[in-house]
T-cell receptor, first 110, second 110 residues
Framework: GQSLEQPSEVTAVEGAIVQINCTYQTSGFYGLSWYQQHDGGAPTFLSYNGLDGLEETGRFSSFLSRSDSYGYLLLQELQMKDSASYFC???????????FGPGTRLSVLP | DADVTQTPRNRITKTGKRIMLECSQTKGHDRMYWYRQDPGLGLRLIYYSFDVKDINKGEISDGYSVSRQAQAKFSLSLESAIPNQTALYFCATEDKNIQYFGAGTRLSVL
């Protein structure tokens, strides 16, 4: 079976840095992705880690440690528009299936 | 126009009715997925298809069926709707480990 854990809620202020952690237990592992979803909207892709280490895309970075079954999403220079839910997703069985975590609701305060 | 289009966007139906949710895509991707989203549970996979002749059950396929009519079309059916199928349903395509979601269908079963 597969299970992913994320904090349910995180709050931070504009301009700050926030880290959203994701731990997983899966029967097979290919990579870890992150998606953003605004209220009433569809999930949109943020980043993908297929190998250990850090991937950087603008203000967002994502990290993966396969040995620890752990990853995180780092959001820098927070803006009000970053208020959304963030989901980690494991790709297992060599890219045949996506399993999503329960999501972390990020609130950015002025 | 959206690359992944879901119809209808909203649907209210009664217990026992058969309904179909439709998904079409212009991205040319072979892989397509159906998810349902419930508060606090993230996205759960119902069915997925890697091409027209390949249909696979996901985590929560009971009570649902699908049809892949063409590369561009993947429909989800509820043969006899029940209230606990009230949820937000998303269709997605996938290419190179990135999923692209439609805007979703909000279904209420009374």
């Amino acid at each position: 079976g597969q299970s992913l854990e994320q904090p349910s809620e995180v709050t931070a202020v504009e301009g700050a840095i926030v880290q959203i952690n994701c731990t997983y237990q899966t029967s097979g592992f290919y990579g870890l992705s992150w998606y953003q979803q605004h209220d009433g909207g569809a999930p949109t892709f943020l980043s993908y880690n297929g190998l250990d280490g850090l991937e950087e895309t603008g203000r967002f970075s994502s990290f993966l440690s396969r040995s620890d079954s752990y990853g995180y999403l780092l959001l820098q220079e927070l803006q009000m528009k970053d208020s959304a839910s963030y989901f980690c997703a494991v790709i297992d069985n060599y890219g045949q299936n996506f399993v999503f975590g329960p999501g972390t609701r990020l609130s950015v305060l002025p | 126009d959206a690359d992944v289009t879901q119809t209808p966007r909203n649907r209210i139906t009664k217990t026992g009715k058969r309904i179909m949710l439709e998904c079409s895509q212009t991205k040319g991707h072979d892989r397509m997925y159906w998810y349902r989203q419930d508060p606090g549970l993230g996205l759960r996979l119902i069915y997925y298809s890697f091409d027209v002749k390949d249909i696979n059950k996901g985590e929560i396929s009971d009570g649902y069926s699908v049809s892949r009519q063409a590369q561009a079309k993947f429909s989800l059916s509820l043969e006899s709707a029940i209230p606990n199928q009230t949820a937000l349903y998303f269709c997605a395509t996938e290419d190179k480990n990135i999923q692209y979601f439609g805007a979703g269908t909000r279904l209420s079963v009374l």
